[in-house]
């Protein structure tokens, strides 16, 4: 799961990392009352209006059809009036939204962190994230903050310096000082930085994410270290004992097919192709993917049931992926472990009926315990449903119906 920059900030504030404060708003007139709160604290006429939405790149996004910049520096009320209104209810596009973008309910008026002194300020990058092939926790930083860090990746992965957090005894001392020297820093900067990256380390482990980025990380001109941004990634399989952060969902940044889903206890992934697929357990929706590509098909969707596959959930399957217009034909492919394939397939007869009738036509391989019962039960039913029992007649199937 997602969340939104201010919230990311407001949980790496309880856990002692320093940010740049801010307050947020849903409409120019309280974005205008925030400003003069942050203009009062800071004793600054600048700060910065900032989108609130689930992508980054806002810096470099523009509104549609306009100029406005998905985060911009103002230095008046007016101005926070004028950007605000030009954010709020429009829709960003940035090079992380694709092209249809997403459209920003709130707006974070933040404090303008990089000039409260003379120097110049730098910016700097800092994530942690699970590194799966290694099986531990990754610190990445780098000196090119503020920017794409693909691009930094891609043109000098020198500049990425990676630090890996042996999961038997956390984050060492040393190691958080190792970052720090690497990125070049001396002095007390130095020592805000070790301690910056120990408090990031706790929220991250304490929020079970799977991903925390700061970019930029900010060296102010009194040396001071701290968060400009925060984008947050939550392991959805620990909300369960994340209740206070599962509460900050916000299902109006998700794809609304997924909501559905999720709503139904099924997992539901959409993709680009026309055939769509309902299938029960994660592996096989992956190997029933690969096969419709090697017959030549693209699948529409991953969408995994689980394993007690009933009338329910087949029916709450179906009606998710005929709300694609892509789809042209269906797979169903069901493995009778559990769940025996004569009940699945009473299952799909009778969401059928239910749905009324199903525009595209349905290809429905059951396998399993009582498989045989299963298909005489589908091709029995007089609905626009073939079936097969071996995976390859399938595929083949679907590739046929599609012509
Ligand atoms: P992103 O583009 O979605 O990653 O949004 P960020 O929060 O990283 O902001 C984008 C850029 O805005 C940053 O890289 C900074 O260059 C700039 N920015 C953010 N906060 C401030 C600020 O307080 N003062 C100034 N002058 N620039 C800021
Ligand atoms: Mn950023």
Redesign the pocket.
Known sequence: MNIH?YQGKEILAKYGVRI?RGIVADSPDRAVSAYKEIAKMTNSK???V??QIH???????KIVGTEQR??Q?AKSPEDVKEISTNLLHNTLV?H?TGPEGKVVNKVLI??????PGDSEPK?YYMSILLDRAKACNVIMASTE???DIEEVAENSPEKIIKEWIDPRVGLQGFQARKVANKLGLTGAANKEMVKFIYALYQAYEGTDSSMFEI??V?KTSDDKILA??A?VNIDDNALYRQKDIAELRDKSEEDPMEVEASESDLNYVKLDGNVGCMVNGAGLAMATMDIIKLYGGEPANFLDVGGGANAQTVEAGFRIILKDPNVKAIFVNIFGGIVRCDRVANGIVEAYKSIGEIPVPIVVRLQGTNAEEGAKIINESGLKVSSAVKLKEAAELVQSVLK
Do not use: H, I, W
């Open positions: 920059e740049q600048f700060a910065v900032k989108s992508a980054g790149g806002r810096g470099k996004g998905g985060v520096l940035t992380q933040a404090e303008d962190a990089y000039y910016e903050g503020g920017m970019n930029p900010l400009v941004d984008k």
